[in-house]
């Protein structure tokens, strides 16, 4: 049988209401003497006591289930890193976790779950929030709160990074290496629908970055026709070759999949790396260290954007926090690996040479 407050306070002869009081963490516990504090603490934990959380939600009046939706992202590891974030900082707060994935299951079938479970909140991984448009006005309805992670979400919560910065850091790292001219490798545009943020601020950084520190230079951006064909090794092959006989000496990917796929096509072509062209990628995912030779990259915090998402959400179920717009961006940061030349070292260890 579940050991129960009774047991408790006939171990220490302390009363339920103060019991109770105690371990919930309630502001009222501190009128009480310290030593009765750490007397009921330790009888509960003795005798293996265990909240009832359904009976918690009901006197905090709110439920402990947040939801976490996502979409179909195309990365599997850093939609995993991003639900890491998201599970401790639940997990931190007091808060069960719920997935659900689109795609897998309608819109429709997640709302009647969601609803159906009483969750306290949502978090949405997507790549538009158009995708979600039909939930979030249902949650909107029920007063459920809700956020997105990895996307911005104008007029409520949302947490990504700033990628548009990140990507004119790379285009400064190149210029400031002596690489004389550079261009952007990123997927196709599709002709049907918009690009997603991530793409359109990272093209915008780089254009931004070539304005700063390649004033005069018309800025490049090379979009793949169709996105099969970076997996298409023979086509990857001639892409590098044309870039090499273009004399572009420094290529900033889209992401770290990018990068790595044009590199590997460039080794399997003969070119040695970074000696043809540096390379940079964006995410420090696990393409950018198994690569060869391993990428310089744009590391984003991808843990960290799911717990300030959790966080701001319950901020505001707890009522700790009534603002309801948190659409904030994280910095992202260069991390320096094998593959960019620093061409002015290299100019000067060829000049004493000779």
């Known amino acids: ?59 905090r009046r709110h439920g402990n289930v947040l939801a976490f939706v996502s979409g179909s992202m195309g990365g599997i590891e850093y939609t995993g890193r991003i639900q890491n974030g ?10 069960t976790v719920t997935v659900h994935h689109l795609g897998q299951s309608s819109s429709d079938e997640i709302i009647r779950r969601l609803i159906g479970w009483r969750v306290a909140g949502v978090i949405f991984h997507v790549p538009r929030l ?25 007029g409520g919560i949302g947490v990504t990074t700033d990628d548009t910065t990140g990507m004119e850091d790379a285009v400064r790292l190149l210029a400031d290496y002596g690489h004389r001219k550079i261009l952007f490798f990123a997927n196709m ?47 990857m092959r001639k ?13 900033i990917c889209e992401s770290d999949l990018f990068a790595s796929a044009l590199g590997r096509a460039a080794i399997s072509a003969g070119y ?10 964006f995410g420090d995912s696990i393409y950018s260290v198994a690569a060869y030779p391993c ?11 799911g717990e300030d998402t959790v966080n701001f959400v319950t901020d505001i179920i707890e009522k700790k926090n009534l603002k309801k717009t948190h659409n904030t961006m994280l910095p992202v940061k260069i991390k320096e690996r ?9 100019g000067q260890q060829k000049g004493k040479r000779k």
């Open 1 to 59: 049988m579940a050991v129960s407050l009774r047991d408790i306070s006939v171990r220490t002869g302390v009363n339920i209401c103060s019991i109770s009081q105690v371990l919930n963490d309630h502001p009222r516990a501190q009128s009480l003497r310290p030593e009765t504090r750490a007397k009921i603490l330790a009888a509960s934990q003795e005798l293996g006591y265990c909240r009832n959380e359904l009976a918690a939600s009901v006197a």
């Open 86 to 95: 998201v599970l401790d900082a639940a997990s931190a707060r007091g808060y």
């Open 130 to 154: 158009s995708m979600i448009q039909q939930m979030t006005e249902v949650l909107d309805r029920h007063a459920i709160t809700w956020g997105t992670v990895n996307l911005s979400n104008p």
């Open 189 to 235: 545009k599709h002709p049907l629908y918009d690009q997603t943020e991530y793409q359109v601020r990272r093209e915008a950084g780089f254009r931004q970055g070539m304005l700063k520190y390649y004033p005069g230079q018309e800025p490049v951006v090379h979009n793949l026709k169709t996105s099969l064909l970076l997996y298409d090794n023979a086509y």
């Open 239 to 251: 892409l590098a070759a044309k870039f090499i006989r273009e004399k572009f000496d420094g290529v």
């Open 272 to 281: 040695s790396l970074p000696d043809a062209f540096s390379l940079i990628g």
């Open 295 to 305: 990428l310089t990259t744009i590391a984003q915090d991808f843990e960290k954007m």
């Open 338 to 346: 094998d593959s960019v030349q620093n061409r002015h070292a290299v």
